[in-house]
């Protein structure tokens, strides 16, 4: 019997789904914090190069809300493609 997903007992958590995959936001958000970078290395990824394609998904009235200081959370779903997952950016 397949296991149930923490989207399926915990209903307040943020989940991100692509596909098969459920990326649970509430507690990524939660492991980055608690981790104080003992296991996790922050990184600078480029991408001046994807942005563009970005463009005419921008939610203007979404823009005032994003907090910068948070670390943005992107998903690699295959070879060279990656997904922003979290709800904040």
Same mark, same amino acid.
């Given at each position: 019997?397949? #296991?149930?997903? !923490? !989207?399926? +007992?915990?209903?307040? $958590?943020?989940?991100?789904?692509?596909?098969?995959?459920?990326?649970?936001? *509430?507690?990524? +958000? !939660?492991?980055?914090?608690? @981790?104080?970078?003992? *296991?996790? /290395?922050?990184?600078? /990824?480029?991408?001046?190069? *994807? #942005?563009?394609?970005? *463009?005419?998904?921008?939610?203007?009235? $979404?823009? @005032?809300?994003? @907090?910068? +200081?948070?670390?943005?959370?992107?998903?690699?779903?295959?070879?060279?493609?990656?997904? /922003?997952? @979290?709800?904040? $950016?």
């Amino acid at each position: 019997m397949p #296991r149930k997903s !923490k !989207k399926h +007992t915990v209903p307040e $958590h943020e989940i991100y789904q692509n596909g098969i995959f459920h990326f649970n936001i *509430t507690e990524m +958000t !939660k492991f980055i914090k608690e @981790d104080e970078a003992k *296991t996790l /290395v922050m990184e600078s /990824v480029e991408v001046e190069s *994807t #942005r563009s394609g970005f *463009t005419n998904n921008i939610n203007e009235e $979404h823009l @005032d809300s994003v @907090d910068v +200081t948070i670390p943005i959370i992107l998903a690699k779903i295959s070879p060279e493609n990656y997904n /922003v997952i @979290d709800g904040n $950016h």
